[in-house]
């Protein structure tokens, strides 16, 4: 199969390096977008906000992709403007200036199981389920999702992936689990007996699946046939409704250290819409010929190794 050109935007996010990597180690030839981009090759520099429908069409014109994933997306710490102009307006943007291109590429959006909201405890999302979000975030990212099948109606190549909560290495610190894998490492270095870990009450049960999972399905959305994929949603996830606190509780485990968790009211966490999730990814086999290969167990490690590499407060400062 002939290499394609892929533009991968929000490369440099969680989501984005693993997906850029997954379409690397396929033989594509891989654009990695972001706002402040390292050296290149293979990276480049722009403010998917600022660049506005001018810029933007003349960046993608320039390129000529023949696949354009959307991973850039502003999540749970930002404010709701951001969350507004990330996840909606640029997107109607992009699918406009997509489907002015003669020949236009398949867009893969990354969409989220956010979007649909709460739904009642034991009753699985599936792809029929009406989105209700209940929060800033889910609703920004389902106007984002409504523009991509919109354009998808009018002809564009276009499918929405509604991911679940992705985990493993690189998960950012803001995160919950990054939180705590943050805390673990802290308290590996200190001399002191381990801290407490003060965390918001673990009541939810949500469905998480691993980041390296995602960038296969994304991978696999890429490669569908048209006739498969086009104006559909397909959900992106493990099936599984696991308990917040276990997931906490087996990384704790997994690095060895004796760290005593304390739930409190204002402790610090993350933000969340939904107490419980388990998803449907029926489709996804039938459409992509996708199924999770990782357990969780395996996430966790990773994230615990990949925590282990960043940088100390110390040196953090030292770079200033």
Known sequence: MTARKVLVLGAAGFLGRHISTAFGAAGDTVLRVCRTAPPPPGWVALDL???????????????????????????????????????????????????????????????????YGQVPFGVDLTEESVPEPIGVYGRTKLRGSQWVLDGAGDGLEAVVLRIANACGPGMPPESLLGRVAAHLVRQA??????????????????????????????????????SWVAGRVVNIARGEAVPVRD?????????????????????????????????????????????????????????????RTWPTSRELEERR
């Open 247 to 307: 997931l906490v509780d087996r990384l704790i485990a997994l690095s060895g250290l004796p760290v005593r968790v304390v739930e409190e009211p204002g402790a610090g966490g993350v933000r969340s819409d939904a107490d419980w999730q388990r998803v449907d990814i029926k489709l996804a086999s039938v459409l992509l010929g996708w199924k999770p290969e990782r357990d969780l167990d395996e996430s966790l490690r990773g994230l615990f190794a990949a925590a």
């Open 49 to 115: 906000v600022a660049a506005g429908g001018p810029g933007l069409a003349e960046f993608v014109a320039a390129h000529r992709p023949d696949v354009v994933v959307n991973a850039a997306g502003t999540v749970w710490q930002a404010d709701d403007r951001r969350m507004s102009e990330v996840n909606d307006v640029f997107v109607r943007r992009l699918v406009r200036v997509l489907r002015t291109l003669p020949s236009a590429p398949r867009l893969v959006q990354l969409g989220s199981v956010h979007e």
């Open 189 to 226: 270095e200190a001399p002191d007996p381990p801290a407490p870990l003060r965390l918001t009450p673990l009541r939810a049960r949500r469905d998480f699946v691993d980041v390296r999972d995602v960038a296969a399905a994304v991978l696999a959305a890429a490669d569908a046939p048209r």
